[in-house]
């Protein structure tokens, strides 16, 4: 009979957490508790030793039994999940939290608990933060100059759209005016001739 070990990264925040607070109590099973204690245990080898050969060869001295490959994957989830003094990868534990309130949310639908889905909803809402107002890029204006050109009387007037904002709105319908301008069936005639 097989059975599916999810991975640590798939695990319940809050499981990791008293995991690590509470090692004896871990609900985890024992492979996870034991990568737990080895990716602690490298985040303060990383703190120190900043380089990466480094750290998996003293990890490798301590622990023995692993291959190269799993001190390399340990490497990469002490640089993932542990605040570390060279590194912290929000991104990764942001996604991890928002993903885990996801799994709550649905949960607590699923059981009919209005009360919990409500705040998993609130608690979504805190994790991801207002939006952020989207600023005109101002290299993208720099690289591209759009320009509206108006051809009145045989003059040529060229409008810079990066300066569009400036004018009022009564400028604004005298420039679209300018753009659009009627035509008799005299002039149809003619340029159709032509």
């Not at 799993?70 to 989830?77: H, P, V």
């Not at 929000?90 to 608990?113: E, P, S, T």
């Not at 204006?141 to 904002?165: A, G, P, R, W």
Request: glycine fraction near 2%.
């Amino acid at each position: 009979m097989s059975y599916h070990i999810t991975s640590l990264e798939d695990q319940n925040w809050q499981t990791v957490k008293r995991a690590i607070l509470d090692p004896e109590t871990s609900q985890l099973p024992e492979e996870q508790t034991a990568m737990i204690c080895r990716i602690i245990s490298l985040a303060r080898l990383i703190d120190r030793h900043p380089q990466g050969k480094t750290a998996i060869s003293l990890h490798m001295n301590k622990y023995p039994d692993i291959s190269r490959r799993t001190a390399t994957r340990d490497l990469q989830c002490a640089r993932d999940l542990n605040v570390t003094q060279q590194s912290f990868n929000y991104d990764f534990w942001h996604n991890w939290l928002v993903n885990d309130i996801i799994d709550q949310i649905q949960a607590a639908k699923a059981r009919g608990d209005l009360r919990n889905w409500s705040s998993g909803h609130a608690n979504l809402i805190r994790a991801i933060g207002e939006k952020i107002p989207e600023e005109k890029d101002p290299k993208l204006v720099e690289k591209h100059t759009f320009l509206i050109q108006l051809n009145q009387h045989s003059k040529t007037i060229n409008i810079d759209m990066k300066d569009i904002d400036t004018y009022s709105p009564a400028e604004l319908k005298a420039i679209s005016d300018g753009i659009y301008t009627e035509i008799s069936e005299e002039d149809t005639a003619e340029i159709f001739k032509t």
